[in-house]
C-alpha cells in the first residue's frame, strides 16, 4: 500500500482535528441524550457503554498499537512485506477477539447486567455487541495505516462514525421516548447508533484499503507464528495498560451502585439514580484526555522509528515535546470544567437541572482528575514506545487497588455517599500519574526535564481559571447564567492564549512538526 507518511506532531494534529470534529458530534449526540433520558435511563445507557469500552479496550488497545509499532519498524528498514504480514496477522487475531467479545455481549447480557447492579441494561448491552467485532476489524486497517504514517483514514472514519451515532441513535431514541418507549428502551436506541456507525466506518476503511491497492514492498516476511507472537508480546501489556481507564470506569460502577445499594441500603431504581447523576460529570471527564490519545498513537510509531534508527536524540526530543502538548492541553481544560463545573452543566442540560446541579460536584472534582488521566495516557505512550510495556500495568493495578479502598471507605460512608466516588477516582489516577512518571525518568536517565514541561501549562491554567470564575461571577448577576459562562470561556480561551505565548509555554521546536508549523513559529516569535 503507497501512503502518504507524516511527522509525528503532524499526524498527531490530523487525529486531533478528527477528535475535535468527533467530540463536537458527540456533544450533539450525548448532550441532548442527557436531556432525553435523564438520570435513570442514561445510567442504563453507560451501564452498557461501560461494558462496551472495556471489551473494546481489552480487544482493540494494544494489537492495533503493536502493529503500527511493527509496521513502522519495517517501513524504516524497507521491509513492506512483513509490513502487510503484520497487518494480515494482526487482521486475522482481532477478527477472532472481536467474534468472542460480541458473541459474550450477545448471549449474555443479563449475567452482565446482574454483576453491574442494572439489569435493566440487558438489552441495551445487546443492541451494542455487534459494535465490538467491527471496531475489532476497523482497529487492524487504522493499525496499518498509521505504522505506515497516515492518519488520515483513521481520522475520516472516526468522523463517519460519529455523524452515523448522531443521526441514527439519537433520532431513534427521540423516536421511541416520543411513543412512550420506557427509559431502558431509548437507551437501546441510542446505542443502536454507535453500532451503526461502526458498520459504516468498517466499510469505509475497507473501501480505503481496496482503493489504495497494494504495493510492491521488499524482503521476506517473516512466519506467521512468529509474526503473531511479536504482536501479542507488545499487545497484551499494551491491552492490559491502555484498557485502564475503560476497567476503572467499569469497576467503580459496580463498586458504586453495589455499595449504595448493600452498604447504605438504597433500592436499586435509588442507586441507580444517583448514579445516573454521576455520570453527567464523568460525560464531560472523558473528553480531555481524548485529544490526548491522538498523541499517544502517533507516539509510539515515531519513537519506534527514531530508536529503530539509533536516533535516540531524536526521541527524546519527541517525548518533550508530547509532554509538553499534553500539558498545554490538559491543564486549561480540567481547571475550566473545576472552577465552571455547575455553570457548563447548567447550559447542557437545560432539561434536567435538578440533575445537572447534583452532577456539579462531581464535575468539580473530575475536572482536575481528568488533568492527571491525560498525562497517565502521555506517559503510558512513552513507556510503551521505549520498550516498556509492563510498567502500565503496574501502575495501574497500584491505582485500582486505591479505587476500591477509596470506594469502600467513602461511598460506603454516609456522610459522603455517591460524593465520595470522584475523590477516590481523583485519588486513583493522580497515583498513576507520579509513578509513570517515575518509571519514565529512570527510562530515559533524566533527560526530561518533567518540571520544565509542567511549569507553565500550569501557572497559564491557574491564572486562566481565576479569570473565567471572576468573570462568571461579576456577570452572572447582571446578565444571563448562560451567556455569562459562555463569555466566561471565551474569555478564558483568549487569556490562556497570550498567557501561553507571552511565559514561553509554546516552542518552535513544538510547532515545526506542524503543516507551516515554522512559519508560525516566526511570526509568534518563538525560540
Not at 77 to 87: K, S
Not at 97 to 102: I, K, Q
Not at 370 to 379: D, G, H, N, P, R
Not at 402 to 417: E, F, Q, R, S, W
Request: with cysteine; net charge positive.
Amino acid at each position: 500500500m503507497t501512503q502518504r507518511r507524516q511527522s509525528f506532531l503532524s499526524g498527531a494534529a490530523v487525529l486531533a482535528g478528527a477528535v475535535a470534529v468527533t467530540k463536537v458530534l458527540g456533544a450533539l449526540y450525548k448532550i441532548p441524550l442527557g436531556n432525553l433520558l435523564d438520570s435513570r435511563g442514561m445510567a442504563h445507557f453507560y451501564a452498557a457503554y461501560n461494558v462496551y469500552n472495556l471489551l473494546l479496550m481489552l480487544s482493540t488497545a494494544g494489537l492495533p498499537l503493536a502493529a503500527s509499532r511493527l509496521v513502522a519498524r519495517s517501513c524504516a528498514l524497507g521491509q513492506g512485506r512483513q509490513a502487510r504480514r503484520v497487518f494480515h496477522t494482526a487482521l486475522l487475531l482481532l477478527g477472532v477477539t472481536g467474534l468472542v467479545f460480541s458473541a459474550v455481549m450477545f448471549f449474555f447480557p443479563e449475567a452482565i447486567a446482574g454483576l453491574l447492579h442494572d439489569s435493566a441494561a440487558a438489552g441495551v448491552i445487546r443492541v451494542l455487541s455487534p459494535s465490538v467485532l467491527c471496531v475489532c476489524l476497523v482497529s487492524a486497517i487504522r493499525g496499518y495505516t498509521q505504522g505506515m504514517g497516515d492518519m488520515t483514514p483513521t481520522a475520516v472514519s472516526q468522523i463517519m462514525e460519529s455523524a452515523c451515532k448522531l443521526v441514527i441513535g439519537l433520532g431513534l431514541c427521540a423516536f421511541l421516548l416520543h411513543g412512550g418507549a420506557s427509559p431502558e428502551t431509548g437507551a437501546a436506541g441510542a446505542i443502536a447508533g454507535v453500532t451503526c456507525g461502526s458498520v459504516l466506518g468498517l466499510l469505509f476503511l475497507l473501501w480505503t484499503l481496496r482503493r489504495c491497492g497494494g504495493g510492491s514492498g521488499s524482503g521476506v516476511p517473516e512466519g506467521w507464528g512468529n509474526t503473531a507472537r511479536q504482536l501479542l508480546r507488545i499487545g497484551i501489556p499494551i491491552t492490559l495498560a491502555g484498557g485502564g481507564m475503560s476497567l476503572m470506569t467499569l469497576l467503580d460502577q459496580a463498586l458504586v451502585l453495589g455499595t449504595l445499594q448493600s452498604t447504605l441500603g438504597l433500592s436499586a431504581d435509588a442507586a441507580t439514580e444517583l448514579y445516573g447523576q454521576y455520570t453527567f460529570g464523568m460525560t464531560l471527564f472523558v473528553l480531555p484526555p481524548s485529544f490526548i490519545y491522538p498523541l499517544s498513537v502517533s507516539l509510539i510509531p515515531a519513537i519506534t522509528q527514531s530508536r529503530a534508527r539509533r536516533d535516540e536524540n531524536a526521541a527524546t526530543r519527541l517525548t518533550a515535546s508530547a509532554l509538553r502538548i499534553t500539558a498545554l492541553l490538559a491543564f486549561p481544560m480540567g481547571a475550566g470544567l473545576t472552577v465552571l463545573a455547575g455553570p457548563i452543566l447548567h447550559l447542557l442540560y437545560p432539561a434536567v437541572p435538578e440533575t445537572a446541579e447534583a452532577a456539579a460536584y462531581h464535575l468539580t472534582v473530575l475536572g482536575v482528575a481528568s488533568i492527571f488521566v491525560c498525562l497517565m495516557v502521555a506517559t503510558n505512550g512513552i513507556l510503551q514506545a521505549h520498550g516498556r510495556e509492563r510498567v502500565p500495568i503496574w501502575t495501574l493495578l497500584c491505582g485500582g487497588i486505591l479505587k476500591i479502598v477509596t470506594n469502600y471507605l467513602m461511598v460506603g460512608n454516609p456522610d459522603m455517599g455517591i460524593r465520595g466516588a470522584p475523590v477516590g477516582t481523583l485519588y486513583s489516577y493522580a497515583l498513576i500519574v507520579v509513578l509513570n512518571m517515575i518509571a519514565v525518568y529512570r527510562c530515559l536517565n533524566g533527560q526530561v526535564d518533567f518540571f520544565r514541561c509542567l511549569w507553565r501549562p500550569a501557572l497559564c491554567a491557574a491564572v486562566m481559571a481565576l479569570g473565567a470564575r471572576s468573570v462568571f461571577s461579576l456577570l452572572s448577576g447582571h446578565v444571563s447564567q448562560n451567556l455569562a459562562t459562555v463569555t466566561a470561556i471565551a474569555l478564558a480561551v483568549v487569556v490562556y492564549a497570550v498567557l501561553a505565548l507571552a511565559l514561553g509555554a509554546v516552542t518552535s521546536d513544538d510547532l515545526k512538526h506542524f503543516p507551516n508549523g515554522e512559519k508560525w513559529a516566526q511570526r509568534l516569535h518563538l525560540r
